[in-house]
Structures are given as structure tokens and as C-alpha cells.
């Protein structure tokens, strides 16, 4: 039977920042399985009931190795879990359940704890390995050590189940990281900023959900003047919730590019502000063009981080038949356009004036390029009194009262004209929108 157990385990860091937290590692592999425990300062993960969402066991490992190599922990398999603890302390590797028993056997005393404990009593009578304390007469070692031993040993070979206390998964996200060295530079943040997005990531795709919004905050070194604060956060926006470290890296990157640091900076934190579900990707066995290369949506963030929020804008429609205020512009990529037509189906035009053109009237017929021949219509579109402009004794009310109709210009084309029928503006024509 193929190695069912994962051991991780933290690994010191030579450079950057310090070992991560146990349970931050627990956290990030809920998303490979719910049975995930916290085992004498590192994580057990029994993956056997998850092996076949990912693929197989290989494609599972593979998933594993990767994020445990990014995370700083090392990783082991094996059919019990406190054989792949033992093993995750020595290196590591992946123990088949037929080889099981003669790894284990050449395992130093320290390899588990149960008997690590006891070295120097074992040491005495001649033990060094695993597998001396193994071919001792079990009713002494039990009378001398204690069933706990005893019971370790079965359980790391398989003869007698095991029983942990699973973690829970919090219900939101947020990570700490103390650097080793200290970041005078805002774009070296990266560094220890994607060791967290990682993390992120691992709890979002536990939780099904994608990420609208994150805030990297940092905390400047102890020895900074005063003048300088506590320190700083940069909140970044996605325009679709996302599980992908590289696409919160871009972003961020991009955004971190514009940030001076006031002083050093000595640890990050980072937490997830809006979640929203997220359904995953959704494979086709077709090529998709539009997958070949950076989607539009991931293009609009990165300039409007490079331009600032103002500099991309999306049309929102609004709960409002007159034309001018049927929509507004908003810095949210999160909003998305939609097409609007009137009421009564006549279709609105794609590129409305901002202030309507009067026309001339002759022989009481309205002319633009030429006399216009009336198409469709009409349909009357009035209201607005409630909508003012200006403060105080200024304000106006915004109040219309149109007749819209489709003409059409012998050289001009398609258009959208209105004739105003509020009391004292003599039925005049104006022209509001053009037809492509």
C-alpha cells in the first residue's frame, strides 16, 4: 500500500526570515485534506481519502513538496503517521509499507520521542537503533519504561491505530513574519510577502473561496525615529476573486514599486479582507483563446496599480431611465459593465453626448447634415425632480420631460434625438446620442 501519511516539518531559514509556525504550516494544508494535527512542533496530514480530488497520490505529493519547499518545511510519507514523524526528523523521503519496518529499524532512538526520552537507560543495555528496542522483551519494556513506549512503537509500525485531535480551519485569515534581516527597500518585501501568500492561498482553497482583497501591513524596527510610526499597510484589490500566489505577486509588486519605506522594516503581516466563493477553474478539453495568455481583467489591475485607482474606470449601470444618469464611472474593477436599453425596447446608442446638441428646426422639422427622417418612436422618458445640482438656494432641480426618437441623417447615419416637452421650451430638438 502506497504511503498514506504527511510529516511536515519547519526548517530553520539560512536567510530572510525566521521558520514558520506549525500551525500556519497546519493551516495551509487543510487545503489537502480536513485530517490535519499538530504532532510534537510539526504536522501530520492523512491524505489517503483526498489522493484521488488531486489527480492520484503522485500528483498530491508533487502539490505537496512544491508549497512545503516555498513554506521552509520539510516533508515525509509513510503508512503511519508517527513513521512519517520520525522520518520528517531525519531527512525526510517516502517510505513504501513493505519497507516500513526495516526504515524504521535503523532509525536513531531519537527519531521518536517515546524513546528519545529514555536514551540513556537504552544506551546502557546496548540499544542505538529503533529496531534494538523493538527485539526487547516487550512484558520489560513496559514494566521498565512504561506502556507509552511500547505503544509509540506499535503505532509507528502499523500494529496499532492512531487517534489525534484534528485543527480546525479559522474562519479568517491573518499571518505574521519576522524578518531575519531588515528591508529598507519597499519592492524587497516580495521576499517574505510571498511566504504569506502562500499561506493565503492554502486557507482560501481549504475555505473554497477566492480573494478580493488583501492588506500587507509592516511593522518598522524597534530602533527607528520616532518620526517614522509604527509602520505601514498597502491594500490591493483584484478585479476576480483569485487563489494564485503569482497573480497577488504581480499585483503587489506592482504596487509595492511605488512605496518609500519611512524606516527599516522588521516584520509583515498579512491578512485577507474580502472573500468571496470561488468555483475554480473550469477546463475544457478545447483550446480557450483566452487563456493563452494575461486575461484582460489581470491586465486593468496592473495598470491602474502602476496609474493609480483613477486612471481605469468601468461603467455601472444605475436604477435611472434618464440617459445621463442610467450610469456612472467607477474605479472598482469589481463592477461589472452591462448593456442598458430603455423601457419600452428602443435601443439606446453606444456613444451618448455629454451635454445634448441643439438642432435647427426648418418648416418645423429638426435638420443635422441634412433633414432627419424620424424612424421610431416616440418614447417619452420624464422625472428627475428629485435629483438637484448645486447646494442651497443654487440648487436646480434636474427635472426632464423628452420625446426620444431613431432618425436618421442623410450623411450623419443613425442618431438618438429628443424633442424637450417641459413647459416653456418651445418643443426644441436636441441631439443626444450617435449609432455606430
Do not use: K
Not at 474580502?274 to 483566452?290: K, R, Y
Request: glycine share 10%; with cysteine.
Amino acid at each position: 500500500m502506497s504511503a498514506h501519511w504527511v510529516a511536515l516539518l519547519p526548517l530553520p531559514q539560512p536567510t530572510g526570515s525566521w521558520p514558520i509556525d506549525p500551525m500556519a504550516l497546519g493551516i495551509w494544508a487543510l487545503q489537502f485534506t480536513p485530517r490535519v494535527a499538530l504532532q510534537e512542533g510539526a504536522v501530520l496530514a492523512e491524505v489517503s481519502a483526498s489522493a484521488r480530488l488531486f489527480g492520484g497520490l503522485e500528483r498530491l505529493c508533487q502539490c505537496m513538496q512544491h508549497g512545503a519547499a516555498e513554506l521552509g518545511a520539510c516533508v515525509a510519507w509513510a503508512p503511519t503517521g508517527l513513521a512519517a514523524l520520525a522520518l520528517v526528523r531525519h531527512g525526510g523521503g517516502r517510505v513504501p509499507e513493505e519497507a516500513l519496518a526495516s526504515r524504521l529499524d535503523a532509525l536513531p532512538l531519537q527519531a521518536m520521542t517515546a524513546v528519545g526520552q529514555h536514551q540513556a537507560t537504552l544506551a546502557r543495555v546496548g540499544c542505538r537503533t529503533l529496531g534494538q528496542v523493538r527485539r526487547l522483551p516487550r512484558g520489560g519494556l513496559v514494566r521498565r519504561f512504561g506502556a507509552p513506549l511500547l505503544a509509540a512503537l506499535d503505532q509507528a509500525y502499523g500494529l496499532r491505530p492512531e487517534a489525534y485531535d484534528w485543527i480546525t480551519l479559522p474562519p479568517t485569515f491573518q499571518a505574521r513574519l519576522e524578518l531575519m534581516a531588515r528591508v529598507e527597500h519597499a519592492p524587497a518585501l516580495l521576499f517574505g510577502a510571498r511566504r504569506l501568500l502562500v499561506q493565503m492561498a492554502g486557507w482560501l482553497a481549504a475555505r473554497h473561496c477566492g480573494v478580493r482583497a488583501f492588506t500587507l501591513h509592516w511593522h518598522h524596527d524597534a530602533m527607528r525615529a520616532r518620526s517614522a510610526g509604527d509602520g505601514g499597510a498597502l491594500t490591493v484589490h483584484t478585479s476576480q476573486p483569485t487563489q494564485s500566489v503569482e497573480h497577488c505577486m504581480r499585483l503587489l509588486a506592482e504596487h509595492l514599486a511605488q512605496v518609500v519605506l519611512a524606516a527599516p522594516v522588521g516584520e509583515l503581516e498579512l491578512s485577507a479582507d474580502t472573500v468571496e466563493p470561488w468555483a475554480g477553474t473550469n477546463h475544457t478539453l478545447l483550446p480557450d483563446p483566452q487563456r493563452q495568455g494575461e486575461g484582460i481583467h489581470a491586465a486593468l489591475e496592473r495598470i491602474q496599480a502602476r496609474l493609480g485607482p483613477q486612471a481605469v474606470c468601468l461603467p455601472v449601470l444605475c436604477a435611472d431611465h434618464r440617459p445621463e444618469w442610467m450610469q456612472h464611472w467607477h474605479s472598482d474593477l469589481a463592477h461589472r459593465p452591462r448593456q442598458a436599453t430603455a423601457g419600452s425596447g428602443m435601443p439606446l446608442p453606444p456613444w451618448l453626448l455629454e451635454v445634448p446638441l441643439r438642432l435647427e428646426e426648418r418648416q418645423h422639422r429638426p435638420h443635422y447634415q441634412g433633414p432627419l427622417q424620424l424612424l421610431l418612436g416616440p418614447d417619452r422618458v420624464e422625472g428627475g425632480w428629485w435629483h438637484r445640482s448645486g447646494q442651497g438656494s443654487d440648487a436646480q432641480a434636474l427635472n426632464v420631460q423628452r420625446d426620444y426618437w431613431l432618425a436618421r441623417s442623410p450623411h450623419a447615419g443613425l442618431l438618438w434625438v429628443f424633442q424637450q416637452r417641459l413647459a416653456g421650451d418651445q418643443a426644441a430638438w436636441f441631439l443626444h446620442g450617435y449609432f455606430g
